[in-house]
Every structure is written in C-alpha cells, then in structure tokens.
C-alpha cells in the first residue's frame, strides 16, 4: 500500500574527509524498524559554523510546503549549527506540521513523550538564553567603545568625501552615480542629501 508519509533523512559532515557512513546506517536501520518506507535522503559536506546550508534549506522548504512529513536525523547536532539555530529549524519544521526524530537523543515530536517534551523545552530555554547574553555582551562593548570615545556602527566618511557628494548632489547627479564616483554606498548619498535638505 502506498504511503502518503514522507520521510527525509538529513545527514551532514563537516569536513570532505568524513563520510555519512555511520549516520546513515544508524537513521536507515531506524527507519526500517519503525516502518518507513523509501526515505529521502539529503545529505551535503557544510561545517556546522557556516550559515549557508542550502540542502536543509531545501529541507526546510519541503516540509513547509508539506511535500515532507517527517524529518530523521542522527543527532541533534546535524542539524544545528548552533543551539538557537536547531531550536529555529525545530520550529520551522513544527510550525509547518512536520515531525522531527533525533534518533542518538531520544527526540521524537511525533510521540506525546514527556521526555521529548521536556528535552525541547530546556533547549528552547537554553538557546534563548544564549540569545541573551549575546544580547548583553553587544551592549557591554558599545558601552565601553563609547566610554573611550569610539562609536559602534559604521566609521564616518572623510570630510572630503562629504563635500564632493554634496557638490555633485547640488549638480544635480543620481545618488547611484554619485555613489559608484565616490566608492560608497547609495545610502551614505542619501544621508548627505538628507543632511543639505535639514540645513
């Protein structure tokens, strides 16, 4: 009978001298315990540090539009290049009314277990707390570079650069124009602009 429950299986290694072997083992061995048939794998070589992931993007994509209903990993940490960003695509794929299995940590949100639960639960506030002392080590810097006299953000344009954009801009140039002669960026034009029209 055709199953209408489709599985996708993430796999990732960091590096091109690793191979998927033993998680791929592991996650087909699982499968076919529990009756799943013909997964799809997804697999690609990303360091967890790199943002770009494009196939778990293709995942996550899938599942939203429901073409994928269950999503098995090996462990957690193939699928989190950090602790906020696996509770995000734990999230994307719930929202999106998906089931995530994490086989090597017990975690399967297709089961009413407590002990899933509990286990996500204490990620999520983990994660936000992570978020949070981010948060608090931004401002600290900001505070002591303003304490020794920097600005966070952006440095300044030099002043000659200032009056060539504002010359040009009262010769009546295009910010993209100006932007390109004077190497920066269009916004940089506009905020010269701004500047002449308040003055």
Known sequence: MFSLLKIGIYLRVSTTKQDYNSQLQAVTEYCQ???YKDPEYFSETASGAKTRRPVLTNLLNLAQKGSIKKVVVY???????????LINSINQLTASGCDFISISDGIDTSEDSPFARLQLGLLASIADFERS?????????????????????????????????????????????????????????YKQKNLVLVA
């Open 133 to 189: 002392l981010t948060r608090d080590r931004v401002v600290v810097g900001l505070k002591a570079a303003r304490a020794k006299g920097r600005i966070g953000g952006r440095p300044s344009l030099p002043q000659a650069t200032k009056d060539r954009i504002r010359h040009m801009l009262a010769e009546g140039f295009h910010p993209k124009a100006i932007a390109r002669e004077c190497g920066t960026s269009v916004a940089s034009v």
């Open 33 to 35: 315990r529990r009756g």
């Open 75 to 85: 462990k957690l940490d193939r699928l989190g290049r950090s602790l906020p960003d």
